[in-house]
């Protein structure tokens, strides 16, 4: 459990988890879930490599698996 959490803490892939998780939360509908995720993970690895660090392929996979889990939970409780 501690190495997941090593894990999650490096380069902020937990925040990258839960900014997912909030989009995937309060979207409307599977179409605008997916978009707007792979929209926003794209951004922030974009964001990355122009502050001069390179794109990182699984904060990219954990933003859309927060999508995800966060739509799949919404369409669980509604």
Do not use: Q
């Not at 978009?35 to 990182?56: F, I, N, R």
Request: charge should be positive; hydrophobic fraction near 50%; aromatic fraction near 12%.
């Amino acid at each position: 459990m501690r190495k997941l959490f090593k894990w999650l803490k490096e380069s902020n892939r937990y925040k990258h988890l839960l900014g997912g998780m909030a989009i995937g939360a309060f979207a409307n509908s599977l179409y605008c879930a997916a978009y707007v995720g792979v929209g926003v993970a794209t951004a922030l690895e974009l964001k990355d490599k122009l502050w001069g660090g390179k794109p990182d392929l699984v904060d990219w996979a954990l933003t859309l698996a927060g999508v995800a889990i966060g739509y799949g939970v919404r369409i669980m409780i509604i």
